[in-house]
């Protein structure tokens, strides 16, 4: 979510919020003989709202299980999973005496509790710029889960174009429809037919082939056509070798190494849009359940 | 020799002929050719053509078929000077056709081409004509009209005229731009003219020749006999139509013979013939089962199926709107009641006309109930059909007997009006037919009368500075023109037939006596127009607001309201998509994919155009609007998938599901009642984004975690930017990635 002037309630709600817990926390501390710790009554009350701002920012993941429900818009779920998830924080810490040690499971929350807010912020800055990103650098851009789907289409799409540009019958038909000025054009094509046409084979079974053939969405190792820079260098050079009536189907197999570019582009931002929630949804799913273990085994024992 | 004989001498031969004889006559009684273009024994001769010169010794020569022959009159037909008048006169015809004209190339028998061959005048020594030629009129669907190898010999006009009694067809224009016209020079297809083809028969040249039906041919069925002319023109609706044309076309029509139980056209499938039913009965009804697309079966997964039945959805029902309607519309002489859409079709009905006419899905299945034997014709038979007297009277019958009482009682409004009332009306209305393109009612002329639409579509729309604003598509079952008779008396729009409309026309002085006789009816009518009066100012307003050529390049001005995804928002999540499949049991209506518009996604959802092309045509008028914006597919749409294809967006996908339903195949057999035959089917239906009309907001919108996602106005919401910005036009190589997309398999999630 993009985090712009739209926050601003939220934001000043929470730092509002922050402002008054930070000031109890202050005199609680104050008056404490033995420090601040989590289980004074103001401990716990920190604790039980810190853990209630969890539960809400968790709650998240319920929300979008059922987007139709008439609950509140999903994204005033999604600020209040930003501002209040964030806000739980300096709460926990307050219902801690900002500490990280105890026993095995406190010290585990609160491990889990500081990666879980750092994968989220972490997520929060990516969500804040990716999109943006995506949109300048993906102007091609499909929906995810095609990209194998339209990389087969090119490949489909290149296998043709090039077998007729190795198929000497088409490459003279090509020729004689060709509106070029050049003399002599079919002779040309048929003179250089058998050197060229090797060429513009050996280098789409070597290299472009494989390059679009590549199964999954990240980018072939090595390869040459995964650069712009070389990729345009190896198609002036087929364009050097191959007759001219045959370059606007040179420059469709370039522009296809483009998009297959761009698929591999798109595939590798989107994983790191969305890679994050690895690591931050299982952990927090955790964390709410081990802060659970944690309440009722404080509040019992 | 009586006294009413004289005596002549042709070519140096005594002939006897009846006094008041021509000398053309009386030379071709005894044997002696005269050539002549624009005589024919059974028209009056005029003499236009002048090739039948003869010399009669007098100071000129003469036209022989318009020459009386006199006692002792020596006339020379063939003499040097004869032939040589002859031969320039030809010559002079040539100039001004084209050779080979459209009957030579056909048939080689173009009269005037095959003359000047006999008599060497094929290469003319006068140049052709310079001037543009007079143009074709390709607009009857029988009879091609080439202006420019008319020769003006009248023989059309006297044959329209003298012959059928049809005074159709006249000379108009001055010296070189003279031609022939239809009524007050229309194109022959809008004319009165009811393709008799007695003018293609007369026409010596390529001018008027039979038009073949091109692409369409009856399949080779087992049930088929061809019909001779002769037995086509005892029937009673074959009555004045001309037996030459029905040689011409007898391949366009089709005797057919059913068992009963066969059937004879299913719902959904193209076609191109209409069918006359001669002998037997036939049911015809709606066999998909009524229902919204819904996939609660699909949904896989405790989770789904307990949202499945935690959630209420309420869709395409409009309780507010009470749109509820008892009579589907379909291409036959009556319509069908919703709740048991099945009808009767007996001898003398005639079925199929708008899939014929217009090439429209079939809108109903039809099974003979009985034996049956029936009429299967191609258009152009139809079409003479239907401009035939005889023909158009028995129609006429049958429709305001059989027809017009549930016709008017289909269309809401009306739904108060009397038995006694409707009676009444059935002398009164007239049944009016409008070709492609025929404009109905003018913006500003003066409103005299009120429209029920019974076949076809028409186009209203609005002139204003800037161009044409459509304001509404309307179909069987919707009316017009009560604006203008409800307010000041002019029409404040112009309505258009879009294909082969047909209307029932109530004038005006019945139209105020039924609103004086039914006050609930003029409540209603003054409501409705009440309310298209207010949404024609709305898009009028949004019309005015913006005018950048660049946004209407990409269709957004017509649209009224816009699924855009801020791309900069756009986390890609789909939260959108799933949210829109979970509002429609499991079938999503967008696609997160489309045209971009600065830095947001126009996505593959309804537009809610303005123009709503895919509303043209639907064979049984499923899908609509009404006061509100979005639009609506019934229930009883048969799945034909036009509106899909007509949608220039491809926003309208069709989708196969299962469901329980009443299965009309059965019905009316022996022994078997409409509550009998429930069972489950395999059905296939239109979907388009409904809006979420029962919840408010729309889902995809509601879903959204990141703000991205917005219906707008694109007019007011792109209204700011659209002074400092230019729409990104896709290059050739985004322009072909898009391609690709839009190939993107199904949608269900």
């Known amino acids: ?301 | 020799m009586s006294t009413n004989q004289i005596q002549l001498t042709i070519d140096d031969r005594q002939v006897t002929v009846d006094a008041g004889t021509t000398v053309f006559d009386a030379a071709r009684a005894n044997g002696i050719p005269i050539p002549t273009l624009c005589h024919q024994q059974n028209e009056t001769p005029v003499g236009v053509c002048r090739v039948c010169v003869v010399d009669v010794n007098a100071r000129v020569l003469t036209a022989a078929c318009v020459r009386e022959a006199e006692n002792g009159m020596v006339v020379k037909t063939n003499s040097d000077k004869v032939q040589a008048a002859r031969k320039t006169l030809v010559e002079l015809l040539m100039t001004d056709h084209p050779t080979p004209c459209a009957r030579q190339q056909h048939s080689g028998d173009c009269e005037l081409e095959t003359l000047a061959t006999t008599i060497g005048a094929s290469q003319s020594r006068f140049p052709k004509r310079t001037t543009p030629t007079r143009g074709k009129d390709d607009s009857s669907l029988s009879i091609m009209v080439d202006h420019s190898a008319c020769i003006l010999c009248d023989r059309c006009v006297r044959g329209c005229s003298e012959i059928r009694h049809n005074f159709v067809i006249a000379r108009q224009g001055k010296g070189f731009e003279t031609g022939i016209a239809f009524d007050s020079n229309s194109p022959m297809g809008s004319s009165s003219c009811v393709s008799c083809g007695e003018c293609m028969v007369s026409c010596p040249t390529g001018a008027l020749t039979n038009k073949r039906v091109i692409g369409q041919h009856f399949e080779q069925f087992a049930n088929t006999d061809a019909v001779e002319v002769r037995e086509l023109l005892a029937l009673p609706v074959f009555k004045g139509v001309s037996g030459t044309f029905l040689e011409l076309n007898k391949t366009a029509v089709s005797k057919r013979y059913f068992k009963a139980g066969e059937i004879i056209v299913r719902e959904g499938e193209q076609g191109s013939t209409a069918f006359y039913i001669l002998e037997g009965k036939v049911n015809i009804y709606i066999s998909t089962p009524r229902a919204h697309v819904t996939t609660e079966d699909a949904n896989e997964g405790l989770l789904s199926k307990l949202k499945s039945r935690l959630v209420t959805r309420k869709n395409d029902v409009r309780p507010e709107e009470n749109t509820h309607r008892k009579w589907i519309p379909i291409d036959g002489p009556v319509d069908l009641a919703y709740d048991d859409p099945v009808a009767e079709l007996v001898a003398g009905d005639l079925f199929g006309e708008m899939t014929c006419m217009s090439f429209y899905p079939r809108s109903a299945t039809v099974r003979a109930s009985t034996d049956c034997v029936m009429l299967e014709m191609l258009r152009n038979v139809l079409d003479v059909l239907q401009k035939n007297k005889t023909f158009r009277a028995q129609l006429d019958v049958n429709y305001r007997k059989r027809a017009l009482q549930t016709h008017l009682k289909s269309v809401p409004v009306f739904h108060g009006l009397s038995n006694d009332f409707v009676h009444k009306l059935q002398d009164r209305v007239e049944l009016i037919r409008y070709s492609p393109g025929q404009v109905i009612t003018r913006q500003g002329d003066l409103a005299d009368s009120f429209y029920l639409v019974r076949i076809g579509f028409v186009k209203v729309s609005e002139v204003r500075l800037g161009g044409e604003l459509v304001l509404a598509y309307v179909s069987r079952g919707n009316y017009f023109g009560e604006i203008g008779l409800l307010g000041e008396g002019f029409r404040t729009a112009t309505c258009t037939a879009l294909d082969h409309v047909e209307l029932v026309k109530i004038n005006a002085d019945d139209f105020r006596e039924m609103l004086d006789s039914f006050p609930e009816i003029r409540g209603n009518l003054e409501a409705v127009a009440r309310e298209r009066q207010l949404a024609n100012q709305l898009r009028v307003s949004q019309f005015r607001s913006v005018p950048v050529e660049e946004f209407l390049n990409q269709g957004l001005m017509d649209a009224q309201s816009l699924l855009v995804l801020d791309l900069d928002r756009c986390t890609r999540c789909d939260m959108c998509v799933k949210a829109c499949a979970d509002a429609h049991d499991g079938v999503t209506r967008l696609i997160r994919d489309g045209l971009r518009f600065d830095r947001y996604l126009i996505a593959t959802s309804c537009r809610q155009c303005r123009d709503p092309l895919c509303m043209v045509g639907c064979p049984v008028g499923a899908i609509r609007r009404r006061n509100s914006l979005e639009v609506i597919i019934e229930d009883w749409c048969v799945g034909c998938g036009l509106c899909a294809n007509n949608c220039p967006y491809g926003n309208i996908n069709l989708h196969e599901f299962s469901v329980d339903g009443p299965v009309q195949q059965q019905v009316g057999q022996a022994g078997v009642s409409q509550s009998d035959v429930h069972h489950k089917a395999t059905v296939r239906k239109a979907t388009s984004c409904n809006l979420c009309h029962d919840q408010g907001t729309p889902s995809c919108v509601y879903a959204c975690p990141h703000d991205a996602a917005h219906r707008v106005n694109p007019t007011e919401f792109f209204a700011e930017m659209l002074g400092n910005m230019t729409p990104v036009a896709p290059t050739e190589t985004q322009r072909k990635a898009r391609q690709r997309k839009v190939e993107i398999p199904g949608n269900k999630i």
């Open chain 1, 1 to 301: 979510m993009r985090i712009d002037e739209t926050h601003r309630q939220w934001f000043i709600g929470s730092v509002v919020g922050l402002l008054v817990s930070s000031l109890i926390y202050a005199v609680y501390a104050g008056r404490s003989p033995q420090g601040p710790h989590g289980g004074s009554r103001m401990g716990i009350i920190f604790g039980v709202v810190g853990y209630i701002f969890m539960i809400f920012a968790g709650l998240l993941g319920m929300r979008k299980k059922f987007p139709i429900w008439r609950i509140g818009r999903a994204q005033t779920w999604m600020r209040g999973h930003l501002w209040l998830g964030l806000l739980s924080f300096p709460l926990i810490l307050f219902h801690s005496g900002f500490s990280f040690r105890g026993g095995a499971l406190t010290s585990l929350l609160m491990t889990l509790f500081v990666i879980v807010i750092l994968s989220g912020i972490l997520g929060a800055v990516l969500q804040h710029y990716m999109p943006r990103l995506i949109t300048q650098q993906v102007p091609m851009e499909t929906i995810y889960d095609q990209i194998d789907r339209v990389r087969g289409t090119l490949l489909g799409e290149a296998d043709v174009l090039v077998a007729e540009l190795s198929d000497p019958v088409k490459m003279q038909s090509i020729a004689l429809q060709s509106d070029t000025e050049e003399i002599g054009a079919v002779s040309t094509v048929l003179r250089l037919e058998l050197e060229a046409t090797e060429e513009l084979r050996d280098f789409y079974e070597k290299l472009m082939r494989p390059y679009l053939a590549q199964v999954g969405k990240g980018m072939p190792p090595g390869s040459v056509l995964s650069s712009a820079i070389e990729s345009k260098q190896n198609f002036v050079r087929l364009r050097t070798l191959m007759p001219k009536v045959v370059h606007s189907s040179i420059s469709d197999l370039e522009d296809i190494c483009e998009e297959k570019r761009e698929l591999d582009r798109q595939s590798k931002l989107h994983k790191v849009l969305h890679g994050w929630l690895m690591v931050h949804i299982p952990l927090s799913l955790a964390l709410v359940i081990l802060g659970l273990v944690h309440a009722i085994g404080a509040l019992r024992y």
